[in-house]
């Protein structure tokens, strides 16, 4: 069995598994970045409509909430999630940036996330949320144990794209600190010196 690692909506989970159910015994944990408990939602009232920019909801269930709520319920494999609570820990610094700078001049990973980070400057609300689980999968040790809760996925109405405790929930590990940040950005920096020798 694999390990799963979702940095988007559920929807690419949610359409294979649908199409080819057999495949889910493959499927041995999915790690996944999404949802909220007790952060504040992602939603910007300034990008989308106020009717809809419930402060409950974080973008990749929001996106595709029906996606999510099929994965919870029709399968059974483990999932550990990553919920705005962890995720907006991984801040960038500008002792990071500083660090990841002084590398750009030697290594050409380096450079190309100096600038991509570069380009984040006049969104403040920006975290490393991919990285954070990226790291995980390498990493646990630098995360708190995850906690179980039952969780479900909101699918109608102004709250679509919440995800809520309940009873009748699914059980998911939820990770909700990084416990050993200054690690963290130890080895976000080192896989960043990493070089690859051209074809």
């Given at each position: 069995p694999v390990t799963v690692l979702i940095t988007s909506p559920?929807?690419?989970?949610?359409?294979?598994?649908?199409?080819h159910p057999e495949l889910a015994k493959g499927i041995g944990r999915l790690i996944w970045v999404g949802g909220k408990i007790q952060a504040k939602g992602n939603l910007d009232k300034n990008t989308i409509p106020a009717e809809v920019a419930n402060p409950?909801?974080?973008?990749?269930?929001?996106?595709?909430?029906?996606?999510?709520?099929?994965?919870f319920r029709n399968?059974?494999?483990p999932i550990v999630l990553?919920?705005?609570?962890?995720?907006d820990q991984a801040r960038l610094t500008k002792a990071f940036e500083q660090k990841l700078g002084t590398q750009a001049s030697t290594f050409r990973y380096s450079k190309l996330v100096s600038q991509g980070y570069a380009l984040t400057h006049s969104e403040p609300f920006y975290e490393m949320?991919?990285?954070?689980?990226?790291?995980?999968?390498?990493?646990p040790e630098?995360?708190?144990?995850?906690?179980?809760?039952?969780?479900?996925?909101?699918?109608?109405?102004?709250?679509?794209?919440?995800i809520r405790q309940s009873l009748d929930g699914r059980p998911v590990d939820v990770v909700f600190n990084i416990?050993?940040?200054?690690?963290?950005?130890?080895?976000?920096?080192e896989q960043f010196r990493r070089s690859f020798r051209k074809r």
């Open positions: 559920l929807t690419p989970v949610s359409d294979l598994l649908r199409e409950e909801a974080e973008w990749n269930v929001f996106w595709d909430p029906q996606g999510a709520d099929w994965v399968t059974s494999f990553f919920p705005l609570d962890v995720t949320w991919n990285t954070v689980i990226t790291a995980y999968w390498a990493h630098f995360f708190e144990q995850p906690k179980v809760m039952k969780l479900k996925v909101v699918t109608t109405g102004y709250s679509q794209g919440a416990t050993q940040r200054e690690r963290f950005y130890d080895y976000v920096l």
